[in-house]
């Protein structure tokens, strides 16, 4: 499956390739704006559980994040225990990471949980825990909170589960939003 992605607050466009090889779904990425140009692939197990994130930044930034069965985590290869507890990874320039929980989790409607993620920011590469709530609100809705600040949005999703509009970020309309770089 492919997915193309528009960036409303920060221009830029991002094509997905989504696939299912046998245990594993993998999406491999480009991301492009005026600023930077990623590439991506984020390996799942066939639950939905994260494990590993290959990053590329075409000024030479590279990041590698591994989350062990035993819910161990390495970021270029160093053990990270702060990320304990983390099941997903968030990766700021992208809503293709929104529907790791989303699938994961499977929630009913009117259930709200909260998880903790890998949060990777973009452009430093940083990777820090970020507490979050998921709350499904609709059959494709879903509230986004994050715990550590006021930010929060609501969602819509496909029947797949990945992001269809994420207000104000992400659209997968490209007569919405700001003008588009080339990619």
């Known amino acids: 499956m492919n997915y193309t992605w528009y960036g409303i607050e920060t221009p830029s466009i991002e094509k997905l390739h989504f696939t299912a090889e046998g245990e594993t779904l993998r999406a491999l990425s480009t991301w492009v704006n005026e ?16 494990r590993e994130l290959r990053l590329h930044r075409h000024d030479d ?5 591994r989350r062990h069965r035993d819910g161990t985590w390495n970021v270029n290869q160093v053990l990270r225990p702060d990320l304990q ?28 949980t909260e998880i903790i993620t890998a949060y990777v920011a973009v452009p430093s590469l940083q990777v820090t825990p ?5 709350t499904r609100t609709a059959a494709n ?40 770089p080339n990619a």
């Not at 590439?39 to 197990?45: H, R």
């Not at 609501?154 to 588009?180: E, K, M």
């Open 85 to 112: 507890g983390a099941v997903d990874v968030d990766l700021a320039l992208s809503p293709f990471t929104n529907t790791l929980p989303v699938r994961r989790l499977d929630l009913p409607l009117g259930v709200r």
């Open 130 to 134: 970020d507490p979050q709530a998921y």
């Open 141 to 180: 809705l879903y509230l986004y909170e994050s715990l550590d600040s006021d930010f929060s949005r609501q969602i819509t999703v496909d029947a797949d589960g990945f992001v269809i509009d994420y207000p104000g970020l992400y659209t997968r309309d490209p007569a919405a939003g700001t003008p588009r």
């Open 61 to 65: 930034g590279q990041l590698e994040i």
């Open 35 to 50: 600023n930077g140009h990623y590439d991506y692939e984020v390996t799942l197990d066939r639950r939905w559980i994260f």
